[in-house]
């Protein structure tokens, strides 16, 4: 008898890109290789002690039960009350649905959003799942090509001109994983008109918004008061070293958040209650917020300065200066040529010649590129640069 799925269910669907990478990356370690490995997309960072705290305290004092299938009322309070303060807009409790991690909530507000025969705008680069969601929901993910002039960003007539070919939807992710370019507030407006002019949906994955390193960085959730069909989502797994605890959140119009509460309600319920306690915790003591966030950003900053002063001098790649999340998009076209061969290859061959583990850009549907995660410490970053310098003699021919 067969134990396949059923079909259809999974049609489309396939298994990370990156996971053939990371099974080797591991089998050559254990061959007792010296493998540096920038290809995670998690803080190296221990979740903030007061945080751990306060997850340890819940199990104690016994919240170990059912959670409420939109999430606690206080951390939904309190994630509205935060928006609001580091964004502004306007935002209800009501229109907050807390679930396990930023990735569930995406994955809702597609599915309940888009459905067969709906075309969902997704500007490439993109992160990895957002084609696989949009597919599950039944939609079509509609690649929208963006350009390294302007940095890969969508601009408002590229947007209108995908749209006009008929669209319902559109995925932005700002800050960007994996180019880390971050649109500004006139740059969203532009984009919010034109999404209104098509009536189209904007899904806007935040879940890097409070790791940037520019000030004039804008969110939509300080735009639905002037368009209402804004879904934003974010969580706690990225700024605040959070990746196991499973805790995201998305802000939308009340009717979807209460169609995304039914479907998580059969699904879940909701993530573990020690976690959501832990998020409140997180949000709730300001001063130790505002201390352990401003530690880790300015921990990836250095780096961030570190690494583009290091990889400079390396010919034939190219790094883009990222405007938040911790990664660097690097154009390796240069090295792939020289290579004869995609970036996956390129990916595959740095991994085995000098043991330095990276994403291929074709994973994020862009050739030539490179993904470099620089969530990783001070030594295991500069070894990771000599290794991609000798990368760089070894292809080029001692350039
Ligand atoms: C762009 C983007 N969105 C969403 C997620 C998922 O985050 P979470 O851990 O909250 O599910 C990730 C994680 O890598 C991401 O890079």
């Keep these: 008898m067969s134990v396949a799925a059923a079909p259809g269910n999974l049609a489309g669907i396939e298994e990370s890109a990156t996971l053939g990478m990371t099974a080797r990356a591991a089998a050559l370690a254990r061959e007792g290789r010296s493998i540096v490995s920038l290809s995670a997309g998690e803080p190296d960072f221990s979740t903030p002690e007061y945080i751990r705290e306060a997850g340890i305290r819940a199990i104690r004092d016994g919240h170990t039960h059912y959670p409420p299938a939109a999430g606690l009322t206080s ?31 995406l994955f809702e507000a597609l599915f309940i959003l888009f459905g067969p025969g709906d075309r969902v705008l997704i500007p490439a680069p993109f992160w990895v799942s957002y084609p696989a969601m949009v597919r599950l929901a039944r939609a079509e993910p509609v690649v929208l ?13 590229g947007l209108d001109e995908a749209a006009r070919a008929g669209a319902r939807g559109l995925i932005l992710n700002s800050p960007s994983n994996p180019t880390g370019a971050t ?9 919010v008109e034109v999404a209104a002019r098509h009536g189209l949906w904007i899904v806007s994955d935040e879940i890097y918004r409070e ?6 960085y804008a969110s939509l959730a300080a735009r639905r008061s002037d368009y209402e069909r804004i879904v934003v989502v974010d969580g706690f797994s990225k700024a605040y070293a959070m990746t196991g605890w499973r805790v995201g959140y998305a802000i939308a119009p009340i009717e979807v958040i209460e169609s995304m ?51 400079d001098s390396i010919p034939g790649i190219e790094p883009l200066p990222p405007e938040g999340a911790f990664y660097l998009w690097i154009d390796a076209h240069e090295w792939c040529e020289a290579l004869g061969g995609d970036s996956t290859a390129l990916c595959f061959d740095l991994l085995e010649q000098e043991g330095v583990a990276l994403v291929p ?19 295991v970053l500069q070894d990771a640069a000599a290794r991609l310098a000798a990368a760089g003699r070894r292809l080029l021919g001692g350039a």
């Design 211 to 216: 790791i940037r390193y520019r000030p004039d």
């Design 183 to 191: 649109y500004d507030g006139n740059e969203l407006d532009a984009l």
């Design 361 to 379: 850009g074709a994973a994020f549907g862009v050739e030539g590129h490179l993904r470099l995660s620089f969530a990783a410490a001070d030594p």
């Design 75 to 105: 951390l939904r309070e309190a994630i509205a009350g935060h928006v609001m303060e580091t964004e502004g807009g306007a935002c209800a409790t009501a229109e907050v649905l807390v679930s396990a991690g930023a990735k569930q909530v």
């Design 261 to 311: 509460t039914t479907l998580q309600g059969h699904v879940n319920t909701n993530t573990a209650l020690p976690c959501q306690y832990a998020a409140l915790a997180a949000l709730a003591d300001r001063e130790a917020r505002d201390r352990a966030v401003g530690e880790m950003v300015a921990a990836f900053a250095a780096r961030r300065e570190f690494l583009l002063g290091a990889l």
């Design 145 to 157: 090509e963006t350009r390294a002039e302007d940095g890969w960003k969508v601009s408002a007539a």
